[in-house]
């Protein structure tokens, strides 16, 4: 059996149990809200700032990894926008929307957890997780303001960069990521009892995240009918977002890392997490903007249990070819 069964089974139960609970209310019905918040604001940036500033700047520094990684989701993205612009030119915030679900990856919510169990007691495993979040974050401000200026007529008038600039230092991942990076780079060692709580609290995050995603899709997925759901039309689409995503996004991830002679287990980790699926944080901006919405849920949905399949078939080629 894969090594990877086993977190992955851990994973998905954890979901499951979130949207178990959600199908039935036993909790208020904003419950899921609250622990996105919770992790996105307080956990998420403390379980990376002490896990970078724990780590001697030289371990976090990887430019291949850094390199390889932001490539495959920079090539991916511009596929993805080249073919919806070329079906519907006229669609430009609908094929940013389709381009973050294809690139976006969950490496914050399902990575580190997943990584942790994967990897436990290595470092590198949160902090290649802490570096690929990181860097998808960039994406998704990218992709923010694509989509910001494709709705000029809805939305604001500020300028691209303001509005990247905004969705970048309002973000706690980049505010902790890069309060770590800082400590680790100026050799700065926080007083125990503050590390500790740092671990403490961070150490929340994953199984609230995974709860929380659960919620959320189960909400998600709530009101839409069983012919909207099962559309020809939105089978195609949405398989064709997930095979770029799952399947051709850590393929040339792959790719890329080898040529950039990232080492053995640091490769494995970027490839596992350039084939994790789309993050739910993507839907939110979807039904925020009121852009594909539905297709992003049903999206998520459909990726997180494929990735089931495909991540032990990509670890399993990762230990024969890598």
Request: hydrophobic share 55%.
């Amino acid at each position: 059996m894969s090594s990877i069964l086993t977190p992955l089974i851990a994973v998905f139960i954890i979901m499951l149990l979130g949207s178990i609970i959600q199908k039935l209310r036993l909790l208020p019905p904003d419950t899921d809200l609250i622990l996105n918040q919770f992790v996105y604001y307080i956990a998420f940036p403390a379980i990376l700032l002490i896990v970078l500033a724990e780590t001697h700047i030289e371990d976090i520094i990887q430019w291949g990894f850094v390199g390889g990684f932001s490539l495959a989701m920079i090539i991916t993205y511009a596929l993805v926008i080249g073919v919806s612009l070329w079906c519907k030119p006229k669609q430009q915030a609908v094929a940013a929307m389709r381009a973050l679900n294809a690139t976006f990856g969950n490496t914050a919510f399902i990575g580190i957890p997943l990584l942790s169990l994967l990897f436990p007691g290595h470092k590198m495993a949160l902090v290649a997780a802490a570096i690929a979040s990181l860097l998808s974050v960039f994406m998704f401000a990218f992709a923010l303001v694509s989509i910001e200026l494709a709705s000029r007529n809805k939305q604001s008038n500020d300028h691209a960069i303001i509005i990247m600039a905004n969705a970048l230092y309002k973000n706690p991942i980049v505010v902790g990521s890069l309060i770590g990076i800082g400590l680790s780079a100026f050799h700065i060692t926080l007083p125990a009892s503050l590390a500790l709580v740092l671990h403490q609290v961070g150490n929340t995050s994953s199984p609230c995240a995974l709860f929380a995603i659960g919620m959320v899709l189960a909400k998600a997925l709530r009101h839409q009918s069983i012919t909207n759901m099962f559309s020809l039309s939105l089978i195609a689409e949405l398989s064709l977002i997930n095979l770029l995503k799952i399947i051709i996004q850590p393929l040339i991830a792959f790719g890329l890392l080898k040529l950039f002679g990232v080492e053995h287990e640091l490769l494995t980790m970027g490839v596992l997490l350039a084939a994790l699926p789309t993050a739910a944080s993507v839907y939110l901006l979807a039904d925020r903007y009121q852009i594909n919405a539905n297709g992003s849920a049903q999206g998520i949905l459909y990726g997180t249990l494929v990735t089931f399949i495909s991540l032990p078939i990509i670890e399993t080629l990762l230990k024969s070819y890598a």
